[in-house]
C-alpha cells in the first residue's frame, strides 16, 4: 500500500524557535496535501490544504505567517512553525492524495509531535 | 456544512464484551465517503473502513462489523468479543473526495478492561 512518511517523528524545540517538518508520500505521486493538527485528548483539526506548485490554503483561524507550509514537489510538502510558542505543542499530521488512482484514496502519515519549551 | 457527530466520548468494557460506536454524519453532498479510524497510544492514525455514500452494505472484517444507514445519516461500528488491544481512540471521519478535506469526529476513547 501507498505509504506516507513524516520526519522527524518528534521534536522538542524553544520558545522563540522554527521548526520545519517535512512530508513524503514515498511510492506514490500526491497531487494534494493536507496538515492536521491534534492537541492532546482533541480530535484532528485540518489547518491547510496544500496543492504540489501552489500556495497553501488555510483554515479560518490559521495563521498563514505562522504556519509556512511548502508543497514544492509531488513527492514532498513541508510545514514550518515559525516563532514556535509553547501553545504550538501538539501532534502534527500530514496526509497525501494519491493523484494516480481514480478511486478515493488518501493516506495519513505516522504523525510530528511537537514539544515547545 | 459537513459534521460527524461521536456522542460516546469514552466507553469502558470487559475483554469479550461487544460494543458499538455510535457516529452520525451531517452533508448536504450526495456523494460523500465515510471512514473509521484508530488511533492507539502511538499516535498513527489506523484506517480501517472506507465507504462511499452509494454503497449501504454492512461490512464484516474479522471482529468488527459497520451499519451504514443514510436513512439516519450513521455509520455504527462494532466490535465483537473486544480484546485488550482493541483499547484505543477510535475517529469517525467524512469527506467529499479524495482531494477534499477529511472532517473528523471528536473520537471515542474505548478503554477494554482484561
Known amino acids: 500500500g501507498a505509504v506516507v512518511s513524516q520526519h522527524p517523528s518528534w521534536v522538542i524545540c524553544k520558545s522563540g524557535t522554527s521548526v520545519k517538518i517535512e512530508c513524503r508520500s514515498l511510492d506514490f505521486q500526491a497531487t494534494t496535501m493536507f496538515w492536521y493538527r491534534q492537541f492532546p485528548k482533541q480530535s484532528l483539526m485540518l489547518m491547510a490544504t496544500?496543492?504540489?506548485?501552489?500556495?497553501?490554503?488555510?483554515e479560518q483561524g490559521v495563521e498563514k505567517d505562522k504556519f509556512l507550509i511548502n508543497h514544492a514537489s509531488l513527492t514532498l510538502s513541508t510545514l514550518t512553525v515559525t516563532s514556535a510558542h509553547p501553545e504550538d505543542s501538539s501532534f502534527y499530521i500530514c496526509?497525501?492524495?494519491?493523484?494516480?488512482?481514480?478511486?478515493?484514496?488518501?493516506?495519513f502519515g505516522p504523525g510530528t509531535r511537537l514539544t515547545v519549551t | 456544512a459537513q459534521k460527524v457527530t461521536q456522542a460516546q466520548t469514552e466507553i469502558s468494557v470487559v475483554e469479550k464484551e461487544d460494543v458499538t460506536l455510535d457516529c452520525v454524519y451531517e452533508t448536504r453532498d450526495t456523494t460523500y465517503y465515510l471512514f473509521w479510524y484508530k488511533q492507539p497510544p502511538s499516535g498513527e492514525l489506523v484506517f480501517l473502513i472506507r465507504?462511499?455514500?452509494?454503497?449501504?452494505q454492512n461490512e464484516i472484517s474479522g471482529r468488527y462489523s459497520w451499519n451504514f444507514q443514510k436513512s439516519t445519516s450513521s455509520f455504527n461500528f462494532t466490535i465483537t468479543a473486544s480484546q485488550v488491544v482493541d483499547s484505543a481512540v477510535y475517529f469517525c471521519a467524512l469527506t467529499r473526495n479524495r482531494d477534499d478535506k477529511i472532517i473528523f469526529g471528536k473520537g471515542t476513547r474505548l478503554h477494554i478492561l482484561p
Open positions: 496544500s496543492n504540489e506548485g501552489s500556495k497553501a490554503t488555510y
Open positions: 465507504r462511499n455514500s452509494f454503497d449501504e
Open positions: 496526509s497525501a492524495s494519491n493523484g494516480d488512482t481514480s478511486s478515493y484514496e488518501q493516506y
